[in-house]
């Protein structure tokens, strides 16, 4: 029998375990004349009636929009539409994808419609879109007063970080969906928007990601008013570069979180970590990421013995990141650290694993990590260093580590350090990462748990 010819004679339980496989090794946003469901099921009568009679493998909805034109929207219905009846009567998983210049009143004219009824079998929605407009919050008036019994994760974001100048403050009116009640939701990300103050499903919340995609919007109140009620929170990431103000004032107290990321303005003032961080009261708290700090910051932070109010006995793992591959103006503007020691004992004794990206004064900091103030328990080191300063970070750790009387913590280097020097000469723990792979993990303390909401 020749091969095509056995393919038509597989088990219909086969044929079902393999668009499945298919559909575990897949990403998201794949076009739909990419999906196994929707190649199998279009072969022969026989696939089509095995694979369109498997509800499960339809319960991965996506949809997107690339045009703004009436026969596009039509169709995009029409698809949302056939998913969810044959995905009909498991729970499913909708993402939807407005990543051009579409009117957002698709969401309410031909989207939402078709989601609405089906509310009771929704375990996963994720809305992003791309869009300059000034309030979206009517296109979810649907969703308002909606209940979700099954809904776990939830993902609204209006990506485009251009809406606003950087220094414009506006205000826009707070996002409700889902008041009817969402028992079961414990994954929310709000990129352009900021929940509601009061949702009834705040206290199920256990991961919550906030964005304002560079709008100057918030109020110190607004982030109070939903974190103070999310206590059972063990993952957060704030986006505290929206208040163009002090830091938090008024402490709170997360008694779960676990893991924190904060992303503040990179114009902010020497001392900003410490005035954030002071903010939250976290007891459990293991690991930190700052985003958007600067070497002057870092060496501000660790170089205090205590935290006015706050105190972290379990953290383990701290990073500094920077997207900012060029460097600053800063550290052409201000004296060398090198007078500038680390609090002994530390301010995190519990240490374990620090990350510094594209820091500025990176070549001071290494100096001061590796080779002056012992941080005891620091076991892995992570550096990356691009544009100009290669080289004097190099340097300074190569120097650091001839000279250092201390036990060297185990390396991990970007690749313009990694491949400057023969680091693993001696028998040192060193190893090559990708600092892409670390900022992606570092910023999204959500999306990861998207896939096991699916």
């Excluded at 026969?71 to 994808?97: A, C, D, H, I, T």
Aim: with cysteine; hydrophobic share 40%; proline share 7%.
């Amino acid at each position: 029998m020749s091969a095509p010819a056995a393919i038509f004679t597989l088990p219909d339980e086969l044929l079902i375990a393999i668009v499945a496989t298919d559909q575990q090794g897949r990403g998201t946003c794949c076009p739909v004349a990419r999906k196994s469901e929707w190649l199998l099921s279009h072969v022969c009568r026989r696939f089509r009636t095995v694979i369109t009679g498997a509800p499960i493998l339809w319960a991965d909805v996506e949809v997107s929009l690339p045009s703004n034109s009436a026969e596009g929207r039509q169709k995009s219905r029409q698809l949302l539409k056939l998913f969810l009846q044959r995905s009909y009567p498991v729970n499913v998983s909708v993402s939807l994808r407005l990543l051009s210049a579409v009117n957002a009143a698709v969401l309410r004219t031909h989207w939402l419609p078709e989601i609405v009824p089906q509310l009771d079998r929704l375990q996963s929605l994720s809305v992003v879109f791309s869009i300059k407009q000034d309030d979206l919050s009517f296109e979810f008036a649907s969703l308002r007063d909606a209940a979700a019994p099954n809904l776990v994760h939830l993902e609204i974001a209006n990506i485009d970080g251009t809406l606003y100048g950087p220094w414009i403050q506006r205000r826009r009116s707070a996002l409700e969906v889902f008041s009817g009640g969402a028992p079961k939701l414990s994954s929310v990300r709000m990129c352009g928007f900021i929940p509601s103050p009061t949702p009834p499903w705040k206290t199920s919340l256990t991961r919550l990601q906030i964005e304002m995609g560079g709008q100057r919007l918030l109020r110190v109140q607004e982030y109070m008013s939903i974190l103070t009620q999310s206590s059972c929170l063990t993952h957060l990431l704030l986006d505290l570069s929206c208040i163009h103000s002090a830091p938090i004032t008024p402490q709170i107290r997360i008694p779960l979180l676990e893991f924190l990321t904060l992303r503040i303005d990179e114009a902010q003032y020497e001392s900003y970590l410490r005035d954030a961080l002071d903010s939250f009261d976290c007891p459990l708290l293991t690991e930190l990421v700052f985003v958007g700090s600067h070497g002057d910051q870092v060496f501000s932070l660790l170089k205090l013995p205590h935290l006015p109010r706050a105190s972290f006995p379990t953290l383990q793992c701290l990073s500094f990141i920077n997207k900012n591959i060029n460097g600053c103006a800063c550290q052409d503007d201000s004296p060398l650290w090198t007078s500038t020691r680390f609090a002994e004992p530390p301010l995190f004794p519990t240490l374990v694993c620090l990350t510094l990206i594209n820091q500025c004064f990176m070549a001071d900091l290494v100096t001061e990590i590796v080779g002056g103030t012992p941080l005891p328990n620091l076991k892995t080191l992570t550096l990356c260093s691009e544009g100009g300063s290669v080289v004097d970070v190099r340097s300074a750790l190569q120097d650091a580590v001839r000279q250092s009387s201390q036990k060297i913590p185990a390396l991990r280097l970007s690749p313009k350090l990694f491949f400057a020097e023969d680091w693993q000469a001696g028998g040192r723990n060193v190893e090559l990462f990708d600092p892409e792979e670390v900022i992606k993990a570092s910023v999204s303390c959500v999306l990861a748990c998207v896939s096991s909401a699916k």
